[in-house]
């Protein structure tokens, strides 16, 4: 498959956007994939379960890396998937994806560079770019469809010759009786067509469980229920490619309301600053706003609560009020105009649940837990396929130096659990205490914290730069991150006092006090429950 190219004005030096894949011959086709009717070996060196962006990364490392062994991968259906999350890959992530050998994964699907942030609240805006790489230029993400960059990913999985690609539904894991050990998995029909029969299939070394955020295999591992933090509605905008680069990137910090812009007409990408994420915060909740290409817009409207609306008119409604709130018609008359009409004109909102579930320590011989079958985050700050993905380089770099005896696989597990944890700290407690803050009702100190942010973030230098560290996944110090989140804290705190409206000093120091203790009570139990396996 190859993406018209409308206008390549923005390449992404570090991981091209632009020019030929060089699997794309494997793109569409099937014949590399197994049905499930057809006669394969029942055993295998690795078995990987799930072929999103995890599974079907870890398949091709696996493969590279030991060429002379068999790799299984399973997939309920190889067709192009159709999600309305991961559609934003951070530059760490990107990196990930080079050091595994997938550094071109990008080309050929019409994904588009991404520079950094806009973030707007309380009628100001701010820009955060990402930091500077070694060569001085700044780092990039790249936004995309979803499926298209799967779908590139499984055509370098198809193109492997020691990868079997068999579509089935995985229903068990197989375990040794007496020690629990997961020795393979149990496979059947991928459609329901009456077909009860099912296979067994041995891993000789390792079963990885990459089935993602819906797995089914994750209570195996972590039996603890789970909840809903709130639900992204997600709807799409077209308009026209960029003309000019001029909004592409600016200095770190507030933005002058003489440097904003709004497009002339209503057809030009609706967006104040393209080529980056978006970030609306005066919403119910955060509204997210990134291209997937130069014509296509994803929207997401975070709904805070466990659950919504039943009623769909009621929805809509709902969503309506929080685009209008995020992006009010005084300030971005044509973006106002593009998300009511994409609200009133999309026939049925697609929805999608936030969860946060930290990783558990994997004590189950066999079998290994990886991407969001492992550990889940909220989709706020696009940060899930960069920890699988790094989650994938630490793992390989520790199976080049073991053997495969059930004593080195314990050892290697609880080093790779080490190796993760800052990374996966950081991209996961940012995006939990940010929604928190965010997201959360209008509470005084809420209020405050939420001012203080953003105020801290307006400053540029360092105050804008570190926290772009931890949000692109480049600055994995958890040290760092409890540094700047309480140097907001203090920031509030001063400001609190500073205020003679918030009533006599005594008064103002116990809600100094009181600010600041809701302010550890949004970090410190999400850190540290990451810090638990």
């Known amino acids: 498959m190859t993406v018209p190219e409308y206008l390549p004005l923005d390449e992404n030096e570090d991981w091209p956007t632009h020019g030929e894949y060089e699997y794309t011959a494997y ?16 055993s295998f060196d690795y078995i990987v379960i799930g072929a999103g962006p995890i599974g079907a990364a870890l398949a091709f490392k696996l493969s590279t890396d030991h060429p002379d062994q068999q790799i299984l991968i399973v997939e309920k259906s190889w067709d192009e998937p159709d999600r309305i999350v991961g559609e934003l890959m951070q530059p760490a992530g990107c990196h990930a994806l080079e050091l595994l050998g997938l550094g071109r994964v990008f080309s050929g699907i019409g994904a588009v560079p991404v520079h950094g942030y806009y973030i707007a609240y309380g009628g100001n805006q701010l820009y955060v770019p990402y930091p500077l790489n070694p060569n001085g230029k700044p780092f990039r993400g790249v936004s995309f469809h979803h499926g298209r960059l799967v779908m590139n990913l499984r055509a370098a999985c198809k193109s492997r010759s020691n990868i079997t690609c068999l579509e089935a539904s995985v229903v068990d894991l197989i375990r040794d009786s007496g020690i629990s050990a997961i020795r393979g998995v149990r496979v059947g029909a991928a459609r329901d067509n009456g077909q009860k029969e099912l296979k067994e299939v041995t891993a000789r070394r390792i079963t990885f469980v990459c089935d993602g955020i819906s797995s089914q295999f994750r209570k195996v591992l972590n039996p603890e229920p789970v909840a809903l933090i709130s639900h992204f509605c997600g709807l799409v905008l077209e308009h026209e490619p960029v003309s000019t680069a001029d909004h592409f990137t600016g200095p770190a910090g507030a933005i002058p309301a003489s440097l904003r812009a709004d497009p002339c007409t209503q057809k030009e990408n609706p967006l104040p600053m393209p080529h980056n994420g978006h970030v609306l915060l005066d919403g119910l909740g955060p509204v997210l706003l990134y291209q997937m290409s130069e014509r296509e817009t994803r929207v997401l409207a975070d709904i805070p609560g466990p659950t919504l609306p039943s009623d769909g008119s009621q929805l809509r409604a709902l969503v309506r009020e929080s685009l209008s709130r995020a992006a009010p018609k005084q300030m971005y008359p044509v973006l106002h105009s593009r998300l009511m009409d994409a609200v009133d004109g999309t026939q049925r909102l697609r929805c999608i649940g936030s969860k946060f579930i930290p990783a558990t320590a994997n004590r189950i011989p066999g ?10 985050r909220h989709p706020l700050t696009g940060g899930g396929m960069t920890v699988g993905l790094w989650d994938i380089v630490h793992l390989c770099k520790q199976m080049a130096k073991e053997d495969h005896s059930p004593r080195a696989l314990n050892r290697m597990t609880a080093q790779w659990q ?5 990374r996966a700290l950081v991209v996961n407690t940012l995006s939990v205490a940010l929604h928190a803050l965010f997201a959360a009702a209008d509470s005084p100190d809420m209020c405050l914290l939420r001012d203080a942010c953003f105020s801290y973030l307006s400053r540029g230098s360092f105050y804008t730069m570190h926290p772009s560290g931890f949000l692109s996944g480049l600055f994995p110090s958890p040290l760092l991150l409890l540094f700047h989140f309480f140097s907001v804290a203090i920031l509030a705190v001063t400001m609190r006092l500073g205020d003679p409206k918030a009533g006599i000093l005594p008064i103002r120091c116990l809600s100094a006090a009181r600010t600041l203790w809701v302010a550890a009570c949004v970090i410190l139990p999400f850190m540290w429950r990451e810090l638990q396996p």
């Open 418 to 422: 080490w190796d993760r944890r800052s």
């Open 27 to 42: 793109y569409h086709s099937r014949r590399q994939v197994h049905e499930f009717s057809e006669q394969l070996s029942m």
């Open 367 to 376: 079998a290994i837990w990886i991407g969001d079958a492992l550990n889940v």
